[in-house]
């Protein structure tokens, strides 16, 4: 049956400005990193993407090499597009990036030319789109001039590959460099993307104030910290089909007697104002104004209901920010 979206999905939340940029977007993002590949039920992921949309999720976050295998989660949306949201294109933001490992030999990783517009036109085709919203740089790569690295994001702009150009992984002050160079060239940075949650707090030493002096939005990735961040963690065993029991990126070695501590001091204070670790940890990221959205994962239909939820909740109050912060700081492993 042909898909029609909840007539309601704007109903949900405010969607926040994106920089000093003219682009809003949805404080919640749904990326495609994990559980969206080959490997994956295509007909699960279909229905997270058709739930997210329906709600107001307009932000789809992909990269050339999300899958597995690589690729496999931009071929995947690809159909999701052709088959239901095709009509909706210009209700939709969706971003892809390149730079890390893709194909084999000396073209298939990096910040040169040759690779970052290769593999954006790689991205297109399997998307089966003319063009992405935003095109990220997805680390920096110290091997290849900043100069070359922006000029290939700005002639992506320029041939209308892409909307806006992003960076994502940059350290503060070079960040502030591809900045400078990408307004220099004309192609104002629209957003940088990088980690960020109640356990990764990386990007508070610098990054989001060279970000909110430029003007340029701040996505944060891995907001519940790749899962650990959720109820999930709380009892003594890694539960079966965990992101930490697949192995891969959430090695076990994360889940510390100290961070496991932490997260049984954040739950008592989500269950205190009747919510679940995982909105906490969301509201939490939502709470700085410099952040523009969190960019969730999700495996289940249930998993992203829950985390929606966020949108239209209180947001974190001063009183629960600071018990947040003593939770984090007992123990003394922040
Ligand atoms: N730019 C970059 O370098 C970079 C790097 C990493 C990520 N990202 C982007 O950020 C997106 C999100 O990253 P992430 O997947 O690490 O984000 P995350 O939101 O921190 O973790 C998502 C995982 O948490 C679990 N989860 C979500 N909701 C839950 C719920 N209600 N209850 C219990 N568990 C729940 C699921 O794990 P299970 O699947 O195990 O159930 C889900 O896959 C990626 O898809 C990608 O778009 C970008």
Request: with cysteine; charged share 20%.
């Amino acid at each position: 049956m042909t898909y029609q979206p909840e007539a309601s999905r704007y109903d949900h939340g405010a969607f926040r400005r994106c920089g000093r940029s003219g682009l809003v977007l949805p404080p919640v993002s749904l990326g495609l990193w994990q559980n969206f590949g080959g490997v994956d039920a295509f007909e699960t992921g279909r229905a997270i993407v058709r739930r997210a949309f329906d709600r107001g999720v307009t932000h789809f976050d992909l990269a050339n090499n999300y899958g597995p295998p690589p690729g496999s989660a931009e071929e995947a949306f690809g159909r999701m597009v052709a088959a239901d949201l095709r009509p909706f294109r210009d209700e939709l933001v969706i971003s892809s990036k390149a730079g890390f490992g893709m194909w084999p030999g000396p073209y298939g990783n990096g910040g040169s030319r040759k690779h970052l517009l290769s593999s954006l036109d790689a991205s297109l085709r399997r998307m089966g789109l003319d063009y992405v919203d935003v095109f990220y740089h997805h680390r920096p790569d110290p091997a290849t001039p900043l100069a070359e690295s922006m000029g290939a994001l700005h002639h992506a702009v320029r041939s209308g590959r892409a909307l806006y150009a992003g960076l994502s992984n940059y350290p503060a002050d070079l960040a502030a460099q591809a900045i400078a160079a990408l307004a220099a060239l004309g192609t104002p940075c629209l957003v940088h993307q990088g980690r960020y949650s109640l356990l990764d707090r990386a990007a508070e030493a610098g990054l989001l104030d060279a970000l909110g002096t430029a003007g340029v939005g701040f996505a944060a990735y891995s907001p519940l910290a790749q899962e650990l961040l959720t109820d999930k963690y709380l009892q003594s065993d890694v539960p079966p089909g965990a992101r930490m029991a697949r192995g891969g990126t959430l090695p076990a070695e994360r889940l510390t007697d100290a961070v496991r501590a932490k997260l049984s001091r954040l739950a008592s204070i989500a269950q205190s104002r009747g919510r679940s670790l995982a909105q906490l940890a969301l509201a939490w990221v939502l709470h700085d104004p410099r952040v523009t959205t969190a960019v969730v994962g999700a495996r289940t239909v249930p998993q992203l209901d829950e985390l929606l939820q966020v949108m239209a909740a209180d947001p974190i109050s001063p009183e629960d920010s600071k018990r947040i912060e003593d939770a984090l700081a007992d123990g003394g492993d922040r």
